[in-house]
Each structure stands twice: as C-alpha cells, then as structure tokens.
C-alpha cells in the first residue's frame, strides 16, 4: 500500500506538523469546533474596497491610493487554499492560517502564510507563523516561535513574547467578537450632528469604530491597536502610559509634518482635557496615528502613550471621519449592551435640564448650587462667572454624553449654545459632571470653541 511507502523523514515531519495544529489550537484558546465556525464576518470596509484611499506620503508629496496586492487565488493548487485565506485584510488572512493549522491542513496553512508574507513582506507575526511552518515539517513545534527560537539572545526572545502576546489579541478579538448589535455602555447619547464614535478597549488591544446612523449606532470597522509600553492611565509627562477617558479628535495631521515613526498620518486627541487638568495630569501629543513603514504593526505595548495601529488601518480611519470633533473613548475594557439598555444615570438629566433653565435665567444662585465648590473650575474667577452668567443664551442645541468605566460616576457633556441678539454667537461647550453625595456636579466646564 502507498502509505507503507512514506518514507521515515515524512512521518517525522507529519508529527512535527501535528504539534503545530496543536500550538494553532491552544493560541486559539481551546475547543476549535466551538470557537473557530463559523467565522466572524469580515467589515465591509475591508472586504469590498478594491482600492484604499491615503494621505499624502512623505515620499511622494501628494496623495495617492494604495492597490491590495495581486489576488494570490489563481497561483495556489486548485482546491487546496480557501479563498478567505488569500483575501480581505492581513488580519483575517491570519486566522486564516490559524484555522487551517488547527484542522489539520498544514500544506495549505503554509501555501496561504507564504502567500501573506509576500503580500505584506514587513508583517513580523505573519512571517513568524510561516518561519514556524517551515520548520515544522522537520521537527516537533511545541510553541508559537519556537521555530525561531535556538539561538536566539534575549532581544530576540523578547520580541517572541510580544508577537505571541500580538497573535493571541488578535485571534481573541476575531473570535470572540462583540455581541450582535450591541454597542458600549459608554456612548449614553449622541446626536445626529456626531457621525461617528470611536471606543478603544485596551485590555483586548481594539479599536471600534461605530457609524451614528439614523438607525442607531452600528460598527462598521475594528482593529488591532498598540498602547503604551507602561500600559493605561496615564498621569504625567512621559510616563508611557496611554490615558483613560473621553476625549475628541482635534485635527487630521499630514504624514509630510509628522515624523516617519507616525506612518500614514495622526489624529491628535485633547488630552489633557479640562478634567484631565482638574486632576493636575499632565503631558501632551497624544495621538490616533500610523506606524513606521519598516513594519506592518507593533506590539500590543509599544508606543510612548498614543494609540497606534497599520497605516492601512488610520488611513481607512481618518477617511472617514470628519475634520475633528470624533469622540474617542478610552477604556480598559467595553462594556457591550443592547442599544435599548442604554441610559444616563438616574438623576443627571433632571439636574442638567435644572442647569440649563438656570443659565437661561442667568440665576446666579441657581447655577452655583450645581457646580462642585464654588464656580466653574476652569481657572476662571469671581467676575469671569458673574459676566459668563449675564451673557445667557437664546437655547440650546444638539446634546451629546458620554462615559468611561474605569473612574466612576463621571459624565462628559458637549452641547451648543446659541447665541442670543443679533450679535450672538453659537458655541459649542463641553461640561465635565461628577456624582457626589449631594448629586450630580459640574467639575470643570469651558468653550471647544
């Protein structure tokens, strides 16, 4: 019989690759019936776009369009490589591979790695899981890069332990995908005028981006992100750490102003705000932006506070979303609820509307009663509170509120003020609320602009 005929070196390295479906299932997390089928569906984004739109290049000094690589499904063996191997986003071609090893199809597995590493030649976790493939075939692999890893000194080591930490959040993130039209607790309220809203969910190393549709919030794209290399919560200048809380895009930064180690572009954030200062944090420059081009992504925790992800991946991003004014909210962990389930804290909006008649009275006495101590802590004084009283508006606009769960019971309110008089301007205004033991509290307030 043919079997009889293998050769010893080819039963070795069927074994070997055994112990590779093995290694694929554990990164995958257990029981691969339950966890791998069926797969999470690919954003649209990424899967129907044939052509992707960046911003201008520091090398080319105008806009150009970045083509996806050359459809690899037409040179692999007829039959061998799924389609969904050889398509879509880097990170579902990934998996990919990942499903194929843990079903015991390690030829095609490799056939679909080789085929993402020429596609993407600067994605290291991609040729990390060919490198183990290859080796493999010859000897047993009892661990993500172990193929790589005779020899290697401890900088090498480390970097192992970072693309493994890298592999496992982004298996996690696309198998375990958030419940079906559930959106985060955090996004209490945003109005029409707020077309999009980003959640960052650091201890899962994602970034949601949702479409504020008249039909309610739907996410439309997610990906893998990098934080600080100190982790979250930041407090001072230079402290590595990432911020956690609710802040707002501020502009949309040319890759030719920025340096190379930002990539395709930023997106700066408003950190520190007006409670981040409250609190005496300090630091600046802290971005949505691209990576260098000497690699396709970077570690989980590998950036000096910003959050950072593949330049394909800001570029889609900052297409679409408007000029600034993005929410961005930057949490430990999302809380997933049903759009219903939803609501601001019980109490708040009777004490906001209590707010906002006593700013249309200009009641003093009212509104101090509604500010934690004295007045607005804004660093305005006595008589800038009278004159801010004196000027009341005409109305109130569109309003927005939004949380974050790692500092309870505070609440981010942006509205708009229109001006009264045919001299009164609209602003827009961002409040800051705390719960304290006498209710809800403005604790610090001013002007976006």
């Avoid at 095609?108 to 590493?117: G, H, N, R, T």
């Avoid at 919560?233 to 402290?239: A, F, L, N, R």
């Avoid at 909006?349 to 009275?361: G, H, M, N």
């Avoid at 569109?398 to 309870?408: K, Y």
Wanted: one cysteine or more.
């Amino acid at each position: 019989m043919v079997i009889n005929r293998i050769r010893p070196a080819h039963r070795r390295g069927a074994a070997a690759l055994g112990a590779a479906g093995l290694v694929a299932t554990a990164l995958l997390g257990g029981n691969v019936a339950s966890s791998l089928v069926p797969a999470a569906p690919e954003p649209a984004a990424a899967v129907n776009s044939t052509a992707l739109p960046l911003l201008p290049s520091p090398e080319a000094g105008r806009p150009k369009t970045l083509t996806p690589p050359v459809n690899l499904v037409d040179q692999a063996v007829p039959g061998t490589v799924p389609p969904d191997a050889l398509r879509g986003s880097p990170e579902r071609r990934l998996i990919a591979v990942y499903r194929l090893l843990a079903s015991g199809r390690y030829e095609p597995a490799l056939q679909a790695a080789e085929a993402l590493v020429r596609a993407y030649p600067n994605f290291r976790l991609a040729q990390l899981v060919q490198a183990d493939l290859m080796v493999a075939r010859f000897e047993p692999l009892q661990d993500f890069g172990a193929g790589a890893r005779q020899g290697a000194d401890t900088g090498e080591r480390g970097e192992l332990t970072t693309l493994r930490d890298e592999a496992r959040l982004r298996l996690k993130a696309l198998i375990q995908r958030p419940p079906e039209g559930a959106v985060p607790a955090e996004f209490l309220s945003l109005p029409p005028s707020v077309p999009f809203a980003i959640a960052v969910d650091t201890s899962a190393a994602r970034l949601y981006l949702f479409e504020n549709s008249p039909a309610g919030l739907r996410l439309v794209d997610d990906v893998y992100v990098s934080v600080g290399k100190q982790g979250v919560d930041k407090s001072v200048e230079g402290d590595q750490r990432t911020p956690l809380g609710v802040y707002f895009t501020t502009d949309r930064l040319d890759p030719r102003s920025l340096q190379e180690r930002f990539g395709s572009g930023a997106l700066p954030l408003n950190y520190p705000n007006a409670y981040d200062k409250l609190k005496g944090r300090t630091g600046s420059g802290i971005l949505l932006h691209g990576v260098t081009a000497s690699t396709y992504s970077r570690p989980p925790l590998d950036s000096d506070g910003c959050v950072a992800m593949a330049n394909e991946d800001l570029t889609r991003l900052a297409s679409r979303l408007p000029q600034r004014d993005t929410p961005v909210v930057i949490t430990r962990q999302i809380r997933w609820v049903e759009p219903a389930k939803r609501a601001t804290p019980e109490g708040f909006q009777q004490t906001f509307a209590q707010w906002q008649q006593a700013r249309l009275r200009a009641d003093l006495a009212q509104m101090r009663e509604l500010y934690e101590q004295s007045g607005p802590q804004d660093g305005g004084a006595e008589q800038r509170f009278r004159a801010k009283v004196a000027s009341a508006p005409e109305g109130f606009g569109e309003v927005s509120v939004l949380t974050w769960h790692d500092d309870e019971g505070k609440l981010v309110v942006t509205f708009k003020e229109v001006g009264s008089g045919p001299k009164g301007r609209d602003r827009l205004m961002r409040q800051y609320w705390r719960e304290t033991r006498s209710g809800w509290r403005i604790v610090a307030e001013g002007p976006v602009r």
